[in-house]
């Protein structure tokens, strides 16, 4: 926490001198506060495992839901899994059981019956294995060390991937190339191995950001049964990425990342050159998709004749409105189902649809069993909402929702969906798509309980939109909305004290502020404070012109949105909010943004929280993978 009165030459601090006993008591507070909120658990990850026709005719539907939660103690986040059966609205739920941190990638197979992981050692971190599980009970696993064909496997969330062949008896997966061991150039070189000597100090770039120690990666090909493994490196300095198996598992499609002139940025990063490419168990690579462009996750209908992705255009703004493409296979035809969309598009039941906007790309399974219609969860404003899109018109229809529903996995014509608001945790639901227009009277039932927040009502918060009076440079965009997400009381209790707010604006820039649950900030409010969360102009989920409306205006526009939005805060709740106590948190984009606040207005803001803010523009042009900005 930065004093601002100390910056302004004055040695004031936060917190005056305090007792030892009420310096107890606080820190005791604040510690049964935090215990409180990291009890709750969030949703990393949930999958359909099966569906079974029962003795009355009707479907039960496996679940498996990947937990993730803080452990206080460990000081690390922890996973554990929960097993699920329902059956015709009841839900039977079975003991949790811990996740290994050691593993790395985890898939189960379509039919069920196996399971495969890649893990490390707890004796050796650089030694990884394949573990394969039955479930007969059988299990082996194949030291991938041993075999030596490969570096360390990809477990990120841009390129990797572990994928079941169709027949269940191949892996695909991505792993980085093996290189020569590097030493100087006196040691001995011994024949029949690759000769590393002169690199002992040579640098290799890496993909930045939560990308260290990726540089080149390679197509891995596992057999099961026989162990056999074939890496295969793409042409021209391209890397591999998000595979998924043709439907008669003679061959994988994928993404291949263009890696000059530098791999840097790649995290958040939609902007790159990337294409899509089909290669057979043999290495044959070949470019299946058109022009120039990035595209990611592709995934293949049940029928096996189309294939679906994300594309964006190459360069400007680091993340933009994609495109949602359909390629026809084998005739490889590609036609836009959904095209970019510039404000606003009436969809079906005259719902608006701002485009599709996800980091994560299309869900591992997104198509419904007709291979006709797929489901996509985007940024729609402050909340992300999920639609169901038919490919063969582009209609598109929008499920109901209150605050996020992010769609988790798609199998037959059921769907999961991860349900939040700000002051709701995590709660998994379950639904059945209706058929072609009914889709927006989907019954969703609850797999997991609804869960409260310990001192936090489920109505704490609020959600609206303002336009700023002050024109942008360019008029096109003045008419641009901002989206507030406050989060805390929305009126006092008599003889209530008034609550210090905090502003938190995002990073990105190009990001959002969603209305869907936050550890960290329920623990402000928790504590006493309340929170606002400001989605400036440059947020995505309003239509491309939102995105455009800031590259070139950065500190000017966007700071000043962000402060017109604290005040309207202050002046919607003048009744709870105090306004002598202002503070600001933000990281990335958002703490340039905090340092701009700040120093422009210290009378308002009273402290901030700085977390590794882009404010070294001395370096930001060689350095940062968003130098447009």
């Given at each position: 926490?930065?004093?601002?009165?100390?910056?302004?030459?004055?040695?004031?601090?936060?917190?005056?001198?305090?007792?030892?006993?009420?310096?107890?008591?606080?820190?005791?507070?604040?510690?049964?506060?935090?215990?409180?909120?990291a009890?709750?658990?969030?949703?990393?990850?949930?999958?359909?495992?099966?569906?079974?026709?029962?003795?009355?005719?009707?479907?039960?539907?496996?679940?498996?839901?990947?937990?993730?939660?803080?452990?206080?103690?460990?000081?690390?986040?922890?996973?554990?899994?929960?097993?699920?059966i329902?059956?015709?609205?009841?839900?039977?739920?079975?003991?949790?059981?811990?996740?290994?941190?050691?593993?790395?990638?985890?898939?189960?197979?379509?039919?069920?019956?196996?399971?495969?992981?890649?893990?490390?050692?707890?004796?050796?971190?650089?030694?990884?294995?394949?573990?394969?599980?039955?479930?007969?009970?059988?299990?082996?696993?194949?030291?991938?060390?041993?075999?030596?064909?490969?570096?360390?496997?990809?477990?990120?969330?841009?390129?990797?991937?572990?994928?079941?062949?169709?027949?269940?008896?191949?892996?695909?997966?991505?792993?980085?190339?093996?290189?020569?061991?590097?030493?100087?150039?006196?040691?001995?070189?011994?024949?029949?191995?690759?000769?590393?000597?002169?690199?002992?100090?040579?640098?290799?770039?890496?993909?930045?950001?939560?990308?260290?120690?990726?540089?080149?990666?390679?197509?891995?090909?596992?057999?099961?049964?026989?162990?056999?493994?074939?890496?295969?490196?793409?042409?021209?300095?391209?890397?591999?990425?998000?595979?998924?198996?043709?439907?008669?598992?003679?061959?994988?499609?994928?993404?291949?990342?263009?890696s000059?002139?530098?791999?840097?940025?790649?995290?958040?990063?939609h902007?790159?050159?990337?294409?899509?490419?089909?290669?057979?168990?043999?290495?044959?690579?070949?470019?299946?998709?058109?022009?120039?462009?990035?595209?990611?996750?592709?995934?293949?209908?049940?029928?096996?004749?189309?294939?679906?992705?994300?594309?964006?255009?190459?360069?400007?703004?680091h993340?933009?409105?994609?495109?949602?493409c359909?390629?026809?296979?084998?005739?490889?035809?590609?036609?836009?189902?959904?095209?970019?969309?510039?404000?606003?598009?009436?969809i079906?039941d005259?719902?608006?649809?701002?485009?599709?906007?996800?980091?994560?790309?299309?869900?591992?399974?997104?198509?419904?069993?007709?291979?006709?219609?797929?489901?996509?969860?985007?940024?729609?404003?402050?909340?992300?909402?999920?639609?169901?899109?038919?490919?063969?018109?582009?209609?598109?229809?929008?499920?109901?929702h209150?605050?996020?529903?992010?769609?988790?996995d798609?199998?037959?014509?059921?769907?999961?969906?991860?349900?939040?608001?700000?002051?709701?945790?995590?709660?998994?639901?379950?639904?059945?798509?209706?058929?072609?227009?009914?889709?927006?009277?989907?019954?969703?039932?609850?797999?997991?309980?609804?869960?409260?927040?310990?001192?936090?009502?489920?109505?704490?918060?609020?959600?609206?939109?303002?336009?700023?009076?002050?024109?942008?440079?360019?008029?096109?965009?003045?008419?641009?909305?901002?989206?507030?997400?406050?989060?805390?009381?929305?009126?006092?209790?008599?003889?209530?004290?008034?609550?210090?707010?905090?502003?938190?604006?995002?990073?990105?820039?190009?990001?959002?502020?969603?209305?869907s649950?936050?550890?960290?900030?329920?623990?402000?409010?928790?504590?006493?404070?309340?929170?606002?969360?400001?989605?400036?102009?440059?947020?995505?989920?309003?239509?491309?012109?939102?995105?455009?409306?800031?590259?070139?205006?950065?500190?000017?526009?966007?700071?000043?949105?962000?402060?017109?939005?604290?005040?309207?805060?202050?002046?919607?709740?003048s009744?709870?909010?105090?306004e002598?106590?202002?503070?600001?948190?933000?990281?990335s984009?958002?703490g340039?943004?905090?340092?701009?606040?700040?120093?422009?207005?210290?009378?308002?803001?009273?402290?901030a929280?700085?977390?590794?803010?882009?404010?070294?523009?001395?370096?930001?042009?060689?350095?940062?993978?968003?130098?447009?900005?």
């Amino acid at each position: 926490m930065v004093s601002l009165s100390g910056l302004r030459g004055q040695t004031t601090h936060i917190f005056p001198a305090l007792s030892k006993s009420y310096y107890s008591k606080m820190v005791d507070n604040l510690k049964k506060v935090l215990e409180s909120v990291a009890a709750i658990s969030t949703v990393k990850q949930a999958t359909i495992t099966s569906i079974r026709e029962n003795s009355s005719g009707k479907e039960d539907v496996g679940v498996e839901i990947q937990w993730s939660c803080f452990n206080l103690a460990g000081s690390e986040y922890t996973h554990n899994l929960s097993n699920y059966i329902v059956q015709d609205g009841r839900i039977m739920s079975y003991h949790p059981a811990p996740l290994s941190k050691n593993v790395l990638l985890r898939q189960t197979s379509n039919s069920g019956r196996m399971t495969a992981c890649v893990m490390t050692s707890d004796k050796d971190k650089e030694k990884e294995h394949m573990m394969v599980m039955k479930t007969d009970g059988f299990m082996t696993t194949i030291d991938l060390k041993e075999i030596d064909k490969h570096g360390k496997v990809y477990a990120d969330e841009e390129f990797s991937c572990l994928e079941w062949s169709p027949d269940e008896t191949t892996l695909v997966y991505v792993a980085e190339k093996k290189q020569p061991k590097p030493t100087s150039f006196f040691a001995s070189f011994k024949e029949g191995s690759e000769d590393g000597r002169g690199q002992e100090f040579l640098y290799r770039n890496d993909w930045g950001e939560q990308m260290k120690g990726k540089h080149q990666g390679v197509v891995c090909f596992l057999n099961v049964s026989t162990k056999e493994l074939r890496c295969h490196e793409l042409p021209d300095n391209l890397c591999p990425a998000q595979m998924v198996w043709t439907a008669d598992g003679t061959g994988v499609f994928g993404v291949a990342f263009e890696s000059q002139p530098f791999r840097l940025g790649l995290v958040y990063c939609h902007n790159r050159m990337s294409k899509l490419f089909h290669m057979d168990m043999n290495g044959t690579f070949t470019v299946i998709s058109e022009g120039c462009s990035n595209v990611r996750t592709p995934r293949v209908s049940p029928d096996g004749k189309k294939i679906a992705f994300l594309r964006s255009k190459v360069g400007g703004p680091h993340a933009k409105c994609s495109q949602l493409c359909l390629l026809s296979w084998p005739s490889k035809q590609e036609r836009i189902v959904v095209d970019v969309v510039e404000r606003e598009k009436r969809i079906h039941d005259d719902h608006l649809f701002f485009g599709i906007y996800t980091f994560s790309g299309l869900p591992r399974r997104c198509w419904l069993k007709d291979s006709e219609r797929l489901v996509i969860s985007t940024v729609s404003h402050s909340d992300i909402v999920s639609c169901v899109i038919h490919t063969t018109d582009g209609t598109i229809v929008e499920m109901p929702h209150v605050g996020s529903h992010v769609v988790t996995d798609v199998f037959d014509d059921y769907l999961l969906v991860n349900f939040s608001t700000l002051a709701h945790p995590n709660q998994i639901l379950l639904g059945c798509v209706p058929s072609k227009g009914q889709e927006d009277c989907i019954k969703m039932n609850q797999v997991t309980p609804t869960r409260e927040i310990p001192n936090v009502s489920s109505l704490e918060y609020s959600v609206w939109e303002f336009v700023n009076d002050t024109p942008h440079p360019n008029p096109k965009y003045s008419d641009i909305s901002i989206s507030l997400l406050y989060y805390g009381p929305v009126s006092n209790t008599k003889g209530a004290s008034k609550r210090p707010l905090i502003c938190w604006p995002h990073g990105g820039p190009h990001s959002s502020s969603i209305n869907s649950y936050s550890m960290a900030a329920t623990f402000f409010v928790a504590l006493g404070y309340s929170v606002v969360f400001v989605n400036y102009r440059g947020s995505i989920g309003f239509g491309q012109d939102g995105v455009d409306s800031l590259p070139g205006n950065c500190g000017l526009t966007d700071v000043d949105d962000v402060h017109k939005a604290t005040l309207n805060c202050l002046k919607r709740f003048s009744e709870v909010l105090d306004e002598s106590k202002v503070f600001l948190v933000g990281g990335s984009h958002g703490g340039f943004l905090v340092t701009h606040l700040a120093a422009q207005y210290p009378k308002l803001y009273k402290a901030a929280i700085i977390r590794n803010a882009s404010c070294d523009f001395t370096t930001a042009l060689a350095g940062k993978d968003n130098p447009d900005l």
